[in-house]
């Protein structure tokens, strides 16, 4: 043993139970292409299993933000790990691509064995729920950093789309529709704003919800968010897709413009979708003004594909077979712009 580096506030000792707790999670993720074991310098992936004639690679990278101060304060830590994954998946499946890998790395005060294993049994049951394998990742023990309670997880990944597939947003013309997919919840933005809210109100994490139930505030907020990958990737193969929005930071504002070319806009009618009562209970504790809502949290859509009106109905139903909630919201104008048109 590394006494001399355990005295400094890192235990190697913990980090090889570590590896040795993970690696059943690891493996039930593997899929096909997947090569290597865990503990290798670097993660593998066989690219030619696929068959893609033209494969153009899409990564993306993220983290949970302050959603994990909320973990922190539940001591839970098993659902925070799909959020890391999610955030990634999500995005590259809004160019149209399927992931295959993901690693994640998680840093912290106290290597903590059995908190560790937790938070990467929640990232391989999101890779398990994205069907994209997990390759590879690092633990980190930093204390001085970092509190012996606290942590930080970002996630990678990595996904393919034939090149003649690639959604870019080029084909999104006015008239288009919106079909919306509901989230779970807020999932994992807006969150500083949301601990601002619980504070000031002098709410308490453990708090009973009476809309939710009587669940507790902590474990409603701590929701995962949605994977939607394998129900749109569904979509994209039937379906002629022209984009599609990841909703996420800046809700409908920043995130759905993103798909739009020059002198096109946004119309989405409130109503066309069910707001979660989380949105309403935090709009009302916060005395946040309506319209800002919609500019701030997802407001109960994770996803929006755009695609020409014929093919709506298709679309939704293609959803509506995996369990999802999904609706025409709005449409492609030709005025520049996110017009949220009030109930």
């Known amino acids: 043993m590394a006494k001399t580096y355990e005295n400094a506030g890192v235990n190697l000792e913990a980090g ?8 059943q999670h690891v493996a039930s993720t593997a899929r096909e292409g997947s090569m290597g074991n865990i503990g290798s310098f670097g993660g593998m992936f066989d690219l030619s299993a696929l068959g893609i004639r033209e494969p153009v690679l899409v990564s993306g990278t993220d983290g949970v933000g302050t959603k994990l101060k909320i973990a922190f304060a539940m001591d839970k830590h098993d659902t925070i790990g799909i959020d890391a994954v999610a955030m990634c998946v999500n995005d590259v499946l809004a160019q149209g691509a399927e992931p295959l890998i993901f690693l994640d790395y998680v840093a912290l005060g106290h290597n903590v064995p059995e908190k560790v294993e937790a938070i990467v049994a929640g990232v391989a049951e999101g890779c398990r729920q994205a069907g994209c394998a997990l390759v590879g990742g690092e633990t980190a023990e930093m204390p001085g950093m970092y509190s012996n309670d606290e942590y930080d997880i970002a ?18 013309k ?3 529709v919106l079909v919306g997919v509901a ?10 704003l949301v601990r601002k809210i619980v504070t000031d109100a002098r709410l308490s994490y453990f708090d009973s919800i009476d809309e939710f139930g009587g669940r507790l505030l ?5 929701t995962p968010t949605k994977i939607y ?9 039937q379906c002629d897709v022209h984009g599609i929005c990841h909703i996420t930071g800046g809700g409908f504002d920043e995130n759905i413009p993103r798909v739009l070319r020059e002198g096109q806009g946004i119309e989405v009618r409130e ?10 209970l935090l709009e009302k504790w916060g005395g946040v003004p309506h319209r800002e809502m919609f500019n701030i949290f997802n407001m109960g859509i994770g996803m929006v594909a755009v695609l020409d009106e014929a093919e709506a109905a298709k679309a939704i139903a293609i959803l509506e077979s995996h369990d999802e909630k999904a609706s ?11 017009n949220i048109i009030m109930e």
């Open 174 to 176: 006015v008239g288009d």
């Open 328 to 338: 025409v919201i709005g449409r492609v104008t030709d005025t520049p712009g996110v």
């Open 155 to 172: 996630g990678y990944t990595t996904g393919v789309v034939e090149k003649s597939k690639l959604i870019d947003g080029t084909k999104v």
């Open 271 to 280: 109503g066309s979708w069910e707001i979660l009562p989380i949105f309403r």
């Open 183 to 192: 989230s779970s919840g807020i999932h994992s933005n807006g969150f500083s």
């Open 218 to 222: 902590g474990d409603v907020l701590l």
């Open 229 to 237: 990958v394998k129900q749109m990737l569904d979509v994209i193969r």
């Open 16 to 23: 090889y139970e570590v590896v040795r707790r993970i690696k």
